[in-house]
């Protein structure tokens, strides 16, 4: 379908803003063309599962945020703040990112083994207390520690002093915010936060340890100290607020049919694999990404007139929207335990598709079954209701009040 009507077309501005029940607009979006322009935000915006992994496969299109506007920008000295975002691997293409990725997916691979243990005995041990209280907030008390402590096995950072997890907290949510394009008033955090990763770089570099950092030095991955301290920041914080979001958001759409759940998973714990990646697919916990144009781009023959694409334009790609296609996804509204295959897009495609996906896999898939079997009922709180976090495309619930039993 040709974009040349966009009155039809919700618009980039209506589909951020409606982050806390966007569906219908994607819908609608999708209905019109799901690949249209947006001469407001003057980009694209892409809503369908197929071109979203189309453009995520083509290499005609990067993420280096240097490409905006048809080409890399003159060097010079930039802000840290603006460094600590562009140079992340997310928004790099070539060996370095190639590199960072390869380590990041051995690392994981061989420390699967060794987590999966650990992170069940963690789950175990935060909702153990829980049920004698009879109400907890999901967020606060499980989600948040639970992602936290785990991304700090994976880095080796000890997670018994509350100030420093507090910080990590608090750190990395301002990256996460920076990153994926909010606004975060303490932008002096990403300071600190870089300080705290440049002084563990500098122990790690004459005590090596069994951990991701350790394992970025030996593989010589970065060019630059800077690059690696910002890279161990992002990668933080992206491990941290995935499996927060999606346990935060994806748990109370259990709620309803709670004893269901645990019934089929405790008769059957190979269902909680397919249940995480159908949460995966009905949450998403990154909304949408950007990509830029390196050429000219006419997708004209497989999307009719009007698919012409310039060189620097920046396409954004609604992964959340992609992963709710009925084109792709019989009844994409329903959460399905059972759905088989799940080629959803929660973690991205192609080159720069999420390394830490297998970990995070882990985490899910053990927080839910751990989650079912504690608990025989788990319902909102109607006194206490949910808050919502002002990050449009990475927030997500900030609190959830629950009851228990």
């Not at 948040?144 to 991304?151: D, G, S």
């Not at 608090?170 to 990403?190: C, E, F, K, M, P």
């Not at 440049?198 to 090596?208: E, G, H």
């Not at 007139?305 to 994409?332: K, S, W, Y």
Request: net charge negative.
């Amino acid at each position: 379908m040709s974009n040349s009507d966009h009155s039809a077309h919700p618009g980039m501005a209506a589909l951020v803003g409606a982050y806390q029940a966007p569906h219908a607009l994607y819908d609608q979006a999708r209905a019109h063309d799901g690949i249209a322009f947006d001469p407001v935000a003057k980009c694209w915006v892409v809503t369908d599962h197929r071109a979203v992994r189309t453009i995520l496969e083509d290499r005609r299109f990067t993420s280096d945020l240097r490409f905006a506007g048809g080409g890399k920008a003159a060097p010079g000295r930039r802000p840290f703040i603006q460094v600590a975002v562009q140079r992340q691997i997310i928004f790099s293409d070539g060996p370095e990112q190639n590199s960072a990725q390869r380590v990041i997916l051995q690392e994981a691979a061989r420390k699967m083994q060794e987590l999966s243990p650990w992170i069940r005995e963690l789950a175990a041990g935060l909702l153990e207390p829980l049920p004698a209280r009879g109400q907890f907030d999901l967020v606060a008390d499980f989600s948040l520690p639970y992602a936290l402590q785990t991304i700090c096995k994976v880095f080796g950072i000890p997670s018994d002093d509350p100030v420093r997890m507090a910080e990590l907290a608090q750190w990395s949510t301002v990256l996460a915010d920076l990153t994926s394009g909010h606004l975060n008033v303490r932008i002096q955090d990403v300071t600190l936060f870089a300080d705290f990763f440049r002084k563990m770089v500098a122990v790690r570099r004459t005590s090596p340890s069994d951990d991701l950092v350790s394992s970025f030095l030996k593989a010589d991955t970065f060019e630059s100290e800077d690059d690696l301290v910002i890279n161990c920041m992002g990668t933080f914080a992206a491990g941290r607020m995935t499996t927060q979001k999606l346990l935060g958001d994806g748990v109370p759409l259990l709620f309803p049919q709670w004893a269901a759940w645990r019934e089929m998973v405790t008769a059957n714990p190979g269902t909680s694999r397919r249940l995480a990646e159908e949460m995966l697919r009905i949450v998403t916990p990154t909304r949408y990404l950007g990509r830029h144009a390196t050429e000219d781009v006419d997708l004209s023959e497989e999307w009719g007139p009007g698919h012409l694409i310039r060189t620097g334009q920046r396409v954004i790609l609604f992964l959340e929207a992609a992963n709710r296609d009925p084109a792709r996804f019989p009844e994409p509204h329903e959460l399905k335990g059972e759905r088989q295959p799940n080629p959803h897009l929660a973690f991205g495609h192609g080159a720069h598709r999420c390394p830490g996906a297998s970990i995070a896999r882990a985490e899910i898939q053990i927080a839910l079954e751990t989650l079912l079997a504690t608990f025989e009922t788990l319902a909102p709180n109607p006194s206490a209701p949910p808050e919502w976090d002002p990050n449009p495309n990475l927030g997500g619930y900030r609190s959830y009040p629950v009851l228990c039993s």
